[in-house]
């Protein structure tokens, strides 16, 4: 079949070119949906080679047409790689045409790939690089002449991915803090003893690695939680302290902070601490950036709540649930439920590192927290299947200890982002059901629309 997407991007033709040319550019728009991972991303549009993996072992590698380029308006990829070069049949023209509005971009696929795929893809690409770049707009004033040197640890978790990808194509360089092995814009952190030169030339560190918390909570987990969190970040705020050049540290906390029973509380950034196992080792987690602060460094401490993403975390558990004929409410499902979608997480992540206002804890949470029965509700009406078994507050129990239910599964924090809300930010997702859409493939196709011939897409 072949398929033509037309959209308008709210940004020049070049920067929109630019924004494609820059490594990252494959990884924010290829679909967490898609049964394909980026695994490198070609050099240059004009004749480079892109490689993405697939389920079995499979590679999709994909060739640019230099026959087919022409800078700042037009690149093309071909699917060379045997089976699915044969299956598949792939020929991709991206066209970029100066707009009224902006740049209008058309995307023309010559596929055998069937057209309901190609829709919740394509979908997904437009409103992800028209978002991206709106955003990039809103915050062109905080924009440094100078590109950032942005060092992250954690760069190779959910959010590091994201967020990498995001500040690479934003133009900013990214160094990924890793442990042995360091392959080139990699530098190797020791988390005991992290050498004095780790920081040098970095402007901004963001501080993502830590142990997950989601397991059962027993006394290794628990610990293991604590170990990878509180004297690693110590240890790099005592870092950022002495350096002459990083002005600011941005580490990950999390909403745990409010305690797991907070009802109908709203819980703004001046909320009292909860308690609890959670509550504990994030307040002692917030505390060990404290050198950094004392030093004059400008510090965010980002109080994550459930991340939304089709790539990782609870969003993958909870469609493997429902596809089993097994969704429903934990309980009565009345008790709160914090959430924040993984691209307006990273949004926050970027603005902070740019953003000179903002600085102590922040609430990375979307402005409209759900109840439980909500979240169960949405997910229902998004993946088109019923939602009628209530799940019993045993189940958590089983899978994460009575400890780990109650702090993590059974949470009830009605957490807001007022500090984000005061400085007039934007949320590409201020909706659970939109930003499920996007996680999950229930995007529409935005205007112009798509006008395709062969296999009709509905």
Same mark, same amino acid.
């Given at each position: 079949?072949?398929?033509?997407?037309?959209?308008?991007?709210?940004?020049?033709?070049?920067?929109?070119?630019?924004?494609?040319?820059?490594?990252?550019?494959?990884?924010?728009?290829?679909?967490?949906?898609?049964?394909?991972?980026?695994?490198?991303?070609?050099?240059?549009?004009?004749?480079?080679?892109?490689?993405?993996?697939?389920?079995?072992?499979?590679?999709?590698? /994909?060739?640019?047409?230099?026959?087919?380029?022409?800078?700042?308006?037009?690149?093309?990829?071909?699917?060379?790689?045997?089976?699915?070069?044969?299956?598949?049949?792939?020929?991709?023209?991206?066209?970029?045409?100066?707009? /009224?509005?902006?740049? $209008?971009?058309?995307?023309?696929?010559?596929?055998?790939?069937?057209?309901?795929?190609?829709?919740?893809?394509?979908?997904?690409?437009?409103?992800?690089?028209?978002?991206?770049?709106?955003?990039?707009?809103?915050?062109?004033?905080?924009?440094?002449?100078?590109?950032?040197?942005?060092?992250?640890?954690?760069?190779?978790?959910?959010?590091?991915?994201? $967020?990498?990808?995001?500040?690479?194509?934003?133009?900013?360089?990214?160094?990924?803090?890793?442990?042995?092995?360091?392959?080139?814009?990699?530098?190797?952190?020791?988390?005991?003893?992290?050498?004095?030169?780790?920081?040098?030339?970095?402007?901004?560190?963001?501080?993502?690695?830590?142990?997950?918390?989601?397991?059962?909570?027993?006394?290794?987990?628990?610990?293991?939680?604590?170990? *990878?969190?509180?004297?690693?970040?110590?240890?790099?705020?005592?870092?950022?302290?002495? *350096?002459?050049?990083?002005?600011?540290?941005?580490? /990950?906390?999390?909403?745990?902070?409010?305690?797991?029973?907070?009802?109908?509380?709203?819980?703004?950034?001046?909320?009292?601490?909860?308690?609890?196992?959670?509550?504990?080792?994030?307040?002692?987690?917030?505390?060990?950036?404290?050198?950094?602060?004392?030093?004059?460094?400008?510090?965010?401490?980002?109080?994550?709540?459930?991340?939304?993403?089709?790539?990782?975390?609870?969003?993958?558990?909870?469609?493997?649930?429902?596809?089993?004929?097994?969704?429903?409410?934990?309980?009565?499902?009345?008790?709160?439920?914090?959430?924040?979608?993984?691209?307006?997480?990273?949004?926050?992540?970027?603005? *902070?590192?740019?953003?000179?206002?903002?600085?102590?804890?922040?609430?990375?949470?979307?402005?409209?927290?759900?109840?439980?029965?909500?979240?169960?509700?949405?997910?229902?009406?998004?993946?088109?299947?019923?939602?009628?078994?209530?799940?019993?507050?045993?189940?958590?129990?089983?899978?994460?200890?009575?400890?780990?239910?109650?702090? $993590?599964?059974?949470?009830?924090?009605?957490?807001?982002?007022?500090?984000?809300?005061?400085?007039?930010?934007?949320?590409?997702?201020?909706?659970?059901?939109?930003?499920?859409?996007?996680?999950?493939?229930?995007?529409?196709?935005?205007?112009?629309?798509?006008?395709?011939?062969?296999?009709?897409?509905?």
């Amino acid at each position: 079949m072949s398929l033509s997407a037309k959209h308008v991007v709210p940004a020049t033709r070049s920067q929109v070119w630019d924004w494609h040319s820059r490594q990252g550019a494959l990884a924010r728009l290829t679909p967490p949906f898609a049964p394909i991972t980026p695994v490198s991303q070609a050099e240059s549009l004009a004749n480079g080679t892109t490689i993405l993996a697939m389920p079995a072992g499979l590679k999709w590698i /994909a060739r640019h047409d230099l026959s087919n380029y022409r800078r700042g308006y037009l690149f093309t990829d071909v699917c060379t790689s045997a089976p699915i070069k044969m299956l598949a049949n792939w020929r991709h023209v991206h066209e970029f045409a100066d707009h /009224a509005d902006g740049t $209008l971009v058309t995307d023309t696929v010559n596929t055998r790939v069937p057209g309901a795929a190609l829709k919740s893809m394509f979908a997904y690409r437009q409103h992800q690089l028209i978002n991206d770049l709106s955003f990039l707009e809103r915050i062109s004033h905080l924009q440094p002449e100078t590109p950032l040197t942005v060092a992250i640890t954690g760069s190779r978790g959910l959010v590091g991915r994201a $967020l990498s990808a995001q500040l690479t194509t934003s133009g900013h360089k990214v160094i990924q803090l890793v442990r042995g092995n360091p392959k080139p814009g990699q530098r190797e952190w020791d988390l005991v003893s992290p050498d004095p030169e780790l920081l040098a030339g970095v402007d901004v560190l963001i501080h993502l690695a830590g142990e997950p918390i989601y397991g059962r909570f027993n006394n290794s987990h628990k610990q293991a939680i604590r170990d *990878s969190r509180i004297e690693p970040t110590r240890r790099l705020a005592e870092l950022v302290s002495n *350096s002459p050049d990083v002005s600011t540290m941005i580490s /990950a906390s999390a909403v745990g902070y409010y305690g797991a029973d907070r009802g109908e509380e709203e819980l703004d950034e001046s909320a009292d601490r909860g308690e609890g196992f959670l509550a504990d080792v994030v307040s002692d987690w917030e505390e060990a950036t404290t050198p950094a602060a004392k030093a004059g460094k400008r510090v965010v401490r980002i109080r994550t709540g459930a991340v939304i993403s089709g790539g990782g975390g609870l969003l993958p558990l909870l469609k493997a649930l429902f596809s089993t004929g097994l969704g429903g409410s934990f309980g009565d499902g009345n008790f709160w439920f914090s959430w924040i979608a993984l691209d307006d997480l990273t949004d926050i992540i970027v603005r *902070s590192a740019l953003d000179p206002e903002l600085s102590g804890s922040i609430n990375a949470t979307a402005p409209n927290p759900v109840l439980n029965r909500e979240l169960t509700s949405a997910l229902s009406s998004q993946l088109h299947r019923p939602a009628i078994i209530p799940i019993p507050t045993l189940g958590p129990a089983i899978l994460l200890g009575k400890e780990g239910a109650k702090e $993590l599964a059974l949470a009830d924090q009605r957490v807001i982002p007022q500090k984000l809300i005061d400085a007039a930010h934007t949320f590409r997702y201020p909706t659970l059901a939109e930003a499920l859409a996007h996680e999950l493939g229930g995007e529409e196709l935005c205007e112009p629309g798509v006008v395709a011939e062969g296999d009709e897409v509905e």
